[in-house]
């Protein structure tokens, strides 16, 4: 991999366009590599005074003032004789070359790290005399790392390849936004990333050729896609790539909580506000009681009748507690229901391990939408209506464990096993393989 790297204190006059002494363009007009520089000012300072400036510039075809400017230029390097004898000669050019290339690769690309640290660590590290820790020079050698690491891409997708057996996959699609349109697909028994472009929509026909020219190098048959609940996703997978299409289990769950759980949580605050206010009630009442009652002179008339107010007022806070019970009920069924249903969309329990078929996963599907909807019941229609979308995806949960059992039940076919083995293969292999 080769990056051009930008050195410091060498503007590009110095490496494109040799002057003259009287400042007129010479007719060798060329651009300077950073390694071929220092070899040709090595090997002239190797000269001593053996040869002039005038003699090395005419032989080598060089400007004599650019000769002139990069000597000056080395001379003038802030920075121990030593290192830019090193940094300075072919050798610890291409070790620079070498460390940002790898600073980049570790620190920006498989790291989290940014361009910025890039650059604090050229300074911080002393190299920033000998590499420009700009910015915007170091945001050109992510660049170009970025194509560079893209074309290899691109290479070894086409190598790989032709050299892979034909495979049966599965696609996980969704899209980002950052903030252009990004779609995403990536095969994830392996997590490789099939498709990763910008597009100018997210229509069908867009995914479909996006789709079509990622597995255009591959020996590979799609036969699922797992996505959201997207219309174009959903018309993509069943329409343009004619396969079975599963919904993820986080919008579902995600629906639910954006419908309920604000919703629920404001019943809890406003109930706990109401059963406060009961409890000082009934404590204002037993104060002014015993305040009457301990009193060294009795106020006159008739004494009020404070054990029936305390005793309404403790109805009152029982009350009281009672919703605030109900609130809180309320709000730790959605929740638990809501992590029930991501346990639940499997084709075997993951508490037995035994197989759970279409129908008993419909079954305890519903079950946990009926508590959801007992629970929420006192919500508004807004509220109510989030879950109700998340339930319409039941359906195709179901259809997806379904799908998942009969792609089984192919294979065991295809393999001709015996009636045991295929017992041993349903019962314990594939369960505990799933797992």
Not at 140 to 149: L, N
Request: positive net charge.
């Amino acid at each position: 991999m080769r990056i051009i790297l930008f050195f410091k204190s060498i503007p590009d006059r110095a490496m494109k366009r040799p002057y003259n002494e009287s400042g007129h363009v010479t007719s060798i007009n060329r651009k300077w590599e950073r390694a071929e520089i220092a070899k040709l000012v090595q090997d002239f300072e190797s000269r001593g005074q053996a040869v002039s400036q005038r003699d090395f510039s005419k032989n080598n075809g060089i400007a004599r003032s650019t000769l002139r400017y990069w000597a000056d230029r080395k001379n003038s390097i802030d920075a121990d004789p030593i290192l830019i004898e090193f940094f300075e000669s072919p050798v610890g050019i291409a070790f620079l070359h070498r460390l940002m290339t790898s600073a980049h690769v570790s620190f920006t690309k498989a790291g989290a790290a940014s361009i910025h640290n890039v650059s604090d660590f050229l300074i911080r590290s002393g190299l920033s005399p000998f590499v420009a820790s700009s910015y915007s020079s170091q945001r050109k050698v992510s660049a170009q790392i970025d194509d560079k690491i893209i074309q290899f891409g691109n290479i070894e997708d086409e190598r790989l390849g032709q050299q892979m057996p034909a495979k049966i996959i599965t696609l996980c699609e969704d899209e980002t936004f950052h903030p252009q349109i990004c779609l995403v697909a990536m095969e994830p028994v392996s997590n490789f990333i099939l498709v990763e472009r910008y597009a100018l929509n997210r229509e069908a026909k867009t995914w479909n050729e996006a789709i079509d020219n990622a597995l255009s190098g591959f020996p590979v048959e799609v036969i699922q896609v797992a996505s959201d609940e997207g219309r174009s996703l959903i018309s993509h997978a069943l329409k343009g790539l004619k396969v079975h299409h599963s919904p993820d289990c986080f919008h579902v769950i995600y629906e639910i909580g954006k419908g309920t759980c604000g919703a629920l949580m404001s019943k809890i605050k406003k109930a706990e506000k109401e059963y406060e206010r009961k409890v000082k009630l009934t404590h204002d009442i037993e104060q002014k009681k015993e305040k009457f009652d301990t009193a060294d002179k009795r106020p006159r008339g008739r004494r009020p009748h404070f054990e029936k107010r305390i005793e309404q007022a403790k109805a009152q806070e029982q009350f009281a507690q009672k919703n605030l019970d109900q609130a809180r009920l309320n709000y730790e069924t959605v929740r638990s229901e809501k992590a029930k249903i991501g346990k639940i969309y499997h084709p075997y329990n993951l508490e037995t391990g035994q197989k759970q078929d279409s129908k008993t996963v419909d079954s305890l599907l519903i079950d946990c939408f009926d508590k959801i909807h007992t629970a929420t019941a006192n919500l508004s229609d807004r509220c109510k209506e989030r879950v109700n979308k998340a339930q319409r995806v039941v359906n195709s949960m179901v259809a997806t464990i379904a799908f998942f059992f009969h792609m089984v039940d192919v294979y065991l076919d295809n393999m001709n096993l015996s009636d045991r083995d295929k017992n041993l293969m349903h019962n314990y292999l594939i369960p505990g393989h799933y797992f």
